[in-house]
């Protein structure tokens, strides 16, 4: 009954998520917010809001940081383990040598906020105490500037990663607000419904939070945004679909510091073993996307040594932190 219950949650938070986005994209464009600081806000807030609210319902409602933070974290492991199949449907050599300068970019900004977050867990795990402002932890105070440096830089440009949406009805920006805003709502509550599951999850199947946060929520709270590159791919534009996995994994991380602030203490000094163990794999995923970016020598195979490392050692980790308790 639990899983009946997680494979329905999950299709329902796809189709309205996946509604959600690309209603979104359909109003920046209609109103013209598609362009500057706000679009890039409004549209990465659409496409990642599934993990928002799953991730902030699992740490303040119920308590169970584990699949808060797994969530989060497992979906950017994920999204880059779905790299693999957009090389593969791609064909034609290498996909990320066709990524533009702008997401190549977005992929090292991602592996710096990754950074940021693991050095903060490793000093406080060696006992180094890490300042914080009440509640949230002076990483923090990093990972919002390197992400506003971000916005500023792209900001101009729009946001990457983004598919136009052909075929948009003829309805006024009054209309598409009120279905937007039906859209959110409705996302919301099956947000709040998937941490309820996956607290189920926990109890009666004695899963650990990490692995069921990490593996079930991040999947389930990822498919939109995996549809989403799926579609920009089959529409012929591999600089979109690899543009929306990166851009989605820069705000997911960015959801960290919401986190902090629905906690006691710094969320990043409650971490376990599994939780940690997951933040290194999603580290060292992100170090390989950048290494891809950087070596230019191209190759004829349906999946490369890039993204197929990124998908064995993805893949590797789930395993580790199944067993890690």
């Given amino acids: 009954m639990i899983w009946f219950e997680f494979v329905a949650c999950s299709a329902f938070l796809t189709y309205f998520a996946y509604k959600l986005c690309r209603q979104g994209i359909v109003l ?4 013209g917010i598609a362009q500057g600081l706000v679009g890039v806000v409004f549209l990465a807030i659409a496409t990642s809001f599934p993990e928002i609210v799953t991730a902030a319902t699992s740490v303040f409602f119920l308590g169970r940081i584990g699949l808060g933070y797994g969530d989060i974290i497992g979906s950017v492991m994920i999204n ?5 199949g957009l090389d593969y449907f ?7 040598l066709k990524a533009s300068r ?3 970019l ?3 900004f991602v592996l710096l906020l990754l950074f940021i977050i693991m050095s903060a867990v490793v000093l406080r795990l060696g006992g180094i105490a890490v300042p914080s402002f009440r509640r949230i932890g002076a990483e923090n105070f990093l990972i919002i500037p390197v992400y506003f440096v971000w916005l500023l830089i792209i900001g101009k440009r729009g946001a990457p990663g983004v598919p136009e949406v052909s075929g948009a009805d003829g309805n006024g920006s009054g209309k598409l607000w009120i279905k937007f805003i039906l859209l959110l709502i409705a996302v919301m509550f099956l947000g709040a419904w998937m941490a309820g599951v996956g607290e189920k999850i926990v109890v009666g199947t004695g899963l650990s939070q990490t692995f069921t946060g990490v593996l079930l929520l991040g999947f389930a ?3 939109p945004e995996i549809i989403v590159s799926f579609v920009a791919l089959r529409a012929g534009s591999v600089d979109m679909a690899v543009g929306n996995i990166l851009g989605s994994n820069l705000f997911d991380v960015c959801i960290i510091p919401l986190l902090d602030i629905l906690t006691a203490s710094p969320i990043l000094g409650l971490l376990s073993a599994g939780q940690m163990i997951s933040t290194v794999v999603a580290f060292v995923l992100s170090a390989i996307v950048v290494l891809g970016f950087l070596m230019r020598r191209e190759t004829s195979s349906r999946i490369n040594w890039d993204t197929g490392a990124i998908f064995a050692i993805g893949f590797l980790g789930f395993v580790i932190i199944c067993y890690v308790r």
């Fill in 106 to 108: 977005t992929g090292g």
């Fill in 80 to 84: 880059l383990m779905v790299l693999a």
């Fill in 90 to 96: 791609a064909g034609g050599g290498r996909i990320l």
């Fill in 28 to 31: 920046s464009e209609r109103t």
């Fill in 102 to 104: 702008l997401n190549r």
């Fill in 221 to 223: 709270t990822s498919l």
